[in-house]
């Protein structure tokens, strides 16, 4: 199964990070590839991409906020998002995402880096 990590940093403290972070309803502010996001049962949601309105894909959320970590599980393609936070020396938040692939999915794999990428540069900047 193909996974990668990637990391970003803000200046703002984690809990405002954590604000955007654990809420899927904030989800389409900064997460790149998300249109929009609906409450679904249990405390998953349905999140339907940019561009495809009429594709609703079925999500779970895990979120521990003592660990500063959201597990988000995708139902329709089996990808799985873990985001960390943690407290930087001196201040500010780190923000770490690793995300597994499944094999059939490794052809999106660059996509999802590149979307990725762009997610935590915008989360980042939404926190501070």
Same mark, same amino acid.
């Given at each position: ?37 609906? #409450? $679904?049962? /249990? ?6 991409? @940019? ?10 959320? +895990? ?25 930087? #020396? $001196?201040? /500010? ?6 995300? @597994? ?10 996509? +999802? ?16």
């Amino acid at each position: 199964m193909p996974t990668f990590d990637d990391l970003a940093s803000t200046p703002a403290p984690p809990e405002e990070v954590w604000k955007a972070l654990y809420d899927p309803a904030r989800f389409p502010e900064w997460w790149s590839g998300i249109e929009t996001v609906e #409450p $679904g049962d /249990g405390g998953g949601f349905t999140m339907y991409p @940019d561009g495809y309105p009429d594709f609703p894909m079925p999500q779970t959320i +895990q979120s521990a906020h003592a660990d500063g970590r959201v597990t988000v599980s995708c139902q329709v393609s089996d990808l799985v998002f873990e985001w960390r936070l943690s407290e930087l #020396p $001196g201040g /500010g938040t780190r923000i770490a995402v690793h995300v @597994d692939v499944p094999d059939a999915e490794a052809h999106r794999l660059d996509g +999802q880096r590149a979307a990725i990428r762009e997610s935590l540069a915008r989360l980042a900047a939404l926190a501070t």
